[in-house]
């Protein structure tokens, strides 16, 4: 005789209690996620990992630390690709560029960096424009799996092609081939994109500001946050950026209602780069 499946209420308090499991045991904060994200996310993990319920995964995560990476693999989204909608990093490269030049030295906060496609993309960008050299680069995520993965630069040889085609639509003043070596598969990236580079785990979700930085980039993150979540974070984005700074932010997000939305103005609209205000 098969199981009654288990009512809805019923499966949404069972992830309220893995999320205040996953909070206070290991300080990972998911509670102010967009729920309708984060509940398809959870299922995925629960079908895929062989459990029945949401408590037994639960149990598993409280008394099996092996869980935690593979519980917070489904629930932080590693999906992106270099140059990811090139006409944004069009815009950083001809119309933000040029105001960074000003500065004698630079800093730069890729926040949600994930496995580095973000950050990698900057540093190239940097390069070519003649600005890697003054500028340390922080790049954070709360997923220390997906850090280490930055840290390494290494990518399938399979998404190549893709990276450099954004590439070419980005701008790019020279050939993609030019930043890696391809062997075995895979393409490593020059270690030089790096040297500047400090990865930290960092959540927007608890930490408090990280530096003070000209140019932050947070692309499709607050998506799945609620509204207040977004509200956080977007302060951490002004406390953290110098006046006149930089944050883009990606095409379905926006400042328009947050209650931040006064400290930034618009920059480049359509590609959502805002700029901090200086008073």
Request: glycine share 6%; net charge neutral; proline share 3%.
């Amino acid at each position: 005789m098969s199981s009654s499946p288990i009512p809805e209420k019923i499966e949404d308090i069972e992830i309220r209690l893995l999320l205040d499991a996953l909070y206070f045991k290991y300080h990972y904060d998911f509670r102010n996620y967009a729920m309708a994200s984060i509940k398809r996310r959870l299922k995925q993990a629960r079908e895929q990992l062989g459990f029945k319920t949401f408590s037994a995964m639960q149990e598993s995560l409280l008394h099996e630390p092996l869980m935690l990476p593979r519980i917070l693999g489904y629930l932080t989204v590693q999906v992106s690709e270099m140059f990811r909608d090139p006409s944004y990093f069009r815009a950083i490269r001809e119309n933000v560029i040029p105001h960074l030049r000003t500065y004698p030295s630079l800093k730069v906060w890729i926040a949600g960096c994930s496995n580095g496609e973000e950050l990698y993309s900057f540093a190239i960008l940097f390069c070519e424009e003649g600005l890697l050299e003054r500028t340390l680069f922080y790049a954070t995520d709360i997923n220390e799996d997906a850090l280490h993965a930055a840290e390494a630069g290494i990518f399938g040889l399979d998404r190549i092609q893709l990276f450099t085609e954004n590439h070419r639509k980005s701008g790019g003043h020279s050939s993609l081939s030019d930043y890696y070596q391809a062997a075995y598969g895979r393409a490593s990236f020059d270690k030089n994109l790096r040297q500047r580079v400090v990865f930290s785990d960092h959540s927007l979700v608890t930490d408090s500001a990280f530096a003070e930085v000209q140019l932050i980039s947070c692309r499709n993150v607050l998506i799945y946050f609620d509204r207040d979540l977004q509200d956080r974070a977007l302060g951490l984005f002004k406390d953290s950026l110098a006046r006149k700074g930089f944050l883009g932010l990606g095409a379905k997000e926006s400042l328009r209602f947050s209650k931040h939305s006064g400290a930034f103005t618009d920059f480049v609209r359509e590609e959502k780069i805002y700029q901090r205000r200086r008073e």
